[in-house]
């Protein structure tokens, strides 16, 4: 191979590398909040297990039907025995006389009463998945919840890491401008220490930032259980929150969470099957009836019999049919029936304990939430108001500095009031974004939107 040609294969080699390596890039993904939220839900593995949970709850409902049909089996066997006998015509011991048998047999049995006990059972069964179907529906709210909180936390995290950079470039040409008037004779050596210290500390506050920002999508990822290598979300530009955003009433929301919230709904359900319960115990006091149907055969040879029948024959000969109905009355359980009534009595009263105590917590949460986003807005309100003030003492300050009436320390302290004032502005601002995400989602409403 020409020297020409081997340089122009590592360039061909070269150009395809870098084609893979920008499709790659091409291909990362960037998470939207509806992406992450629907991934979330989807993949989960609390709700996968709730999931399976419904599943299992669906067998039991088949299990619980099939309760109320008969219970069929069939048997066979055979028999070799060695011992001794009495022949029936003479009347003698036989000693050593092999005896070979087969049989086999058909058994049905009914539960035709046993207390409406199988009837609860299978209302119950249902009442389960039910149940259980309101639980997995309150896990993915809550989850969906957390995700738009991690999704707004890194919002909110990369606005702040934009803040800090804005401040380290303004502090590298404030570094700059000294530079120059040191040089010009105009300002002392001293001042450009004190401008390079204030230039690290503003590293020093991007290199927080940045971790704050990682660890913010570390937390999302995570949620999400992807890989966090290459992980990016898209940025969704929050507006400043007004006051058409805050309820002015929180009784509406309340009304609507104690009818359609899922945790109620599962209180309630709790309370059904406690009763379905009572009523289940109370079946150990009823007496019990039980069909059966019974089909079987039997043959049996020795070499000593005095008759002997072929096989089939012998078979149908001793076929035979039996029906049975039993009726089971209780009289004395030992306790066992009066303690189970008792005990599901007082599951009943928890459960009823359990509705209310579920109230009172959903509406302590909604009214905090409620009062949180309305102090969250005054908040906004109020750090908006302070960094106005911070930007006009700045301007201020830097116009007398220039002047060389202020000195750079109290520069320093005018700025760092700026800066303060900024991420006070950034953090009330998602504060009160968040807030309101959460009287979304106690009011119903879609919060990944």
Request: proline share 2%; aromatic share 10%; glycine share 4%.
């Amino acid at each position: 191979m020409t020297k020409n040609n081997m340089i122009k294969n590592n360039i061909i080699v070269l150009a395809l590398i870098a084609l893979v390596s920008f499709s790659a890039k091409a291909q990362e993904k960037v998470w939207t909040l509806q992406e992450a939220v629907n991934y979330a839900l989807e993949n989960n593995i609390t709700v996968l297990q709730g999931q399976n949970v419904l599943l299992s709850n669906e067998q039991d409902i088949i299990a619980s039907k099939g309760s109320f049909l008969p219970s069929v089996s069939g048997s066979t066997g055979g028999r070799i025995s060695i011992g001794s006998g009495f022949d029936p015509v003479t009347n003698q011991r036989i000693t050593n006389q092999i005896t070979n048998s087969f049989s086999y047999g058909f058994n049905a049995n009914q539960t035709v009463f046993n207390g409406f006990r199988l009837t609860n059972l299978y209302k119950q069964s249902q009442l389960n998945l039910e149940t259980n179907k309101l639980e997995l529906q309150r896990i993915r709210d809550d989850i969906s919840l957390n995700v738009v909180n991690a999704y707004l936390n890194i919002l909110f995290n990369k606005e702040n890491l934009e803040t800090a950079k804005a401040q380290y470039e303004f502090s590298q040409k404030q570094l700059d401008q000294v530079q120059e008037l040191v040089d010009a004779g105009v300002q002392a050596q001293a001042n450009i220490y004190d401008a390079q210290a204030t230039l690290s500390r503003d590293m020093q506050g991007v290199t927080v930032a940045e971790n704050s920002y990682e660890l913010s999508l570390l937390t999302l990822s995570q949620l999400l259980q992807v890989d966090f290598n290459g992980f990016k979300v898209a940025v969704i530009e929050i507006d400043s929150p007004s006051a058409a955003l805050l309820y002015n009433n929180v009784t509406p929301i309340m009304n609507y969470a104690l009818e359609n919230r899922s945790e109620i709904k599962v209180a309630e359900k709790n309370i059904e099957s406690s009763l379905l319960s009572t009523e289940i115990a109370k079946s150990g006091y009823y007496p019990s009836v039980t069909a059966g149907y019974g089909f079987n055969s039997v043959w049996s040879e020795s070499k000593d019999d005095f008759i002997k029948q072929a096989f089939f024959r012998e078979l149908d000969v001793n076929k035979g049919h039996n029906f049975s109905l039993s009726v089971n009355i209780p009289i004395f359980s030992q306790y066992q029936n009066k303690t189970a009534v008792a005990k599901s009595r007082i599951q009943e009263e928890n459960a009823l304990l359990g509705l209310e105590q579920t109230k009172l917590a959903l509406e302590a949460n909604i009214q905090r939430a409620f009062t949180d986003a309305k102090a969250a807005f005054r908040s906004f309100e109020a750090a908006k108001s302070s960094l106005e003030s911070q930007e006009l003492a700045f301007s201020n300050a830097e116009e007398r500095y220039n002047i060389g009436v202020m000195n750079a320390f109290d520069l320093e302290q005018s700025r760092l009031q700026l800066i303060n004032a900024q991420s006070a502005l950034i953090n009330a601002k998602y504060d009160f974004v968040f807030k309101t995400k959460v009287l979304d989602f106690y009011l119903g409403k879609p919060i990944a939107q």
